[in-house]
């Protein structure tokens, strides 16, 4: 059987974001430790955004297509 993590116990985080908590509050509200701004610069730094990568792909295989009718 799994151990179950007591609630008290922090989940591990990257550095950048020590200190980060959400929380849902009594009126189902997410509150958060840190700034909208600042997560958004993390994650922009650190997570690939998948329909940019395919939109880019995507333009590139149009232009070698359109480079080899030429």
Do not use: Y
């Amino acid at each position: 059987m799994p151990k179950k993590k007591s609630k008290d116990e922090k989940p591990e985080v990257h550095e950048e974001l020590k200190g980060f908590e959400l929380n849902i509050n009594e009126f189902g509200q997410i509150t958060s430790s840190m700034g909208v701004d600042k997560l958004n610069a993390f994650l922009d730094e650190n997570v690939e955004d998948k329909k940019l990568k395919e939109k880019e792909e995507k333009e590139k295989q149009e232009e070698e297509s359109e480079d080899k009718e030429d």
